[in-house]
């Protein structure tokens, strides 16, 4: 079975500060999409990021980039510039062989002004 | 275009009743999940639908869960009888094809049962 980790239940950065979201998986698939989710108080998911496992290159989009490292089974979110609008639960989650996703625990994050 | 369109919103009810939660998923996307998020056990798969069709309904807590896809463009998630414990926010979320990863998610429904 896959399991998806979060160790950082809450973590905090002050506004224009870099912070990065800790995220483990398990699985012994070689082929699968990581995701990392946004959810505001509005409760809304939102995808922020998505990683091919097949790709070497971490994704980037704009201040979100994702630290990869496959035989780890590590994928770290690194928010540049946090903004008071990135105060949110995030989580991370993985897909494979194109079936369910699986989400880890989430991490609170607080954006100090 | 639209989203993932769930209703209700809120729905609270009494212990007992029957309750049932809707789910439009967006127009041309072939699979439909239903998740449960509470906070002691966070996101939680309930089922999924490829094509209208259950692949796997192992999250499904016992029987007084079901849920359906009769066609492409609704599903529903029963629980009858109610409980407290399964007090919660209801999320659906739909996916375009087996080859495109993401999830889109509706807003999500927040059951309460006293």
């Known amino acids: 079975a896959q399991t998806v980790t979060q160790s950082q239940p809450e973590m905090s950065v002050q506004e224009a500060e870099t912070v990065t979201l800790s995220c483990t998986y398990d699985?012994?698939?070689?082929?699968?999409?990581l995701f990392w989710y946004k959810q505001p108080p509005s409760r809304q998911m939102i995808l922020v990021i998505r990683?091919?496992?097949?790709?070497?290159q971490n994704a980037t989009e704009n201040r979100f980039s994702v630290n990869f490292q496959k035989a780890a089974k590590s994928f770290s979110l690194k928010i540049s510039d946090s903004q008071l609008g990135d105060a949110a639960m995030y989580f991370c989650a993985q897909m494979y062989n194109n079936n369910d996703m699986r989400f880890g625990a989430g991490t609170r994050l607080t954006v100090k002004p | 275009d639209a989203g993932v369109i769930q209703s209700p919103r809120h729905e609270v009810t009494e212990m007992g009743q029957e309750v049932t939660l809707r789910c439009k998923p967006i127009s041309g996307h072939n699979s439909l999940f239903w998740y449960r998020q509470t906070m002691m056990r966070g996101l939680e798969l309930l089922i999924y639908f490829n094509n209208n069709v259950p692949i796997d309904d192992s999250g499904m807590p016992e029987d007084r869960f079901s849920a359906k896809m009769p066609n492409a463009s609704f599903s529903t998630l029963k629980i009858q009888p109610s409980e407290p414990r399964d007090s919660a926010v209801y999320f659906c979320?739909?996916?375009?094809?087996?080859?495109?990863?993401?999830?889109?998610f509706g807003e999500g429904s927040r059951l309460t049962v006293l």
């Open positions: 990683q091919e496992a097949y790709k070497q």
């Open positions: 699985t012994s698939e070689s082929d699968y999409y």
């Open positions: 979320a739909s996916r375009q094809g087996p080859n495109t990863g993401e999830l889109f």
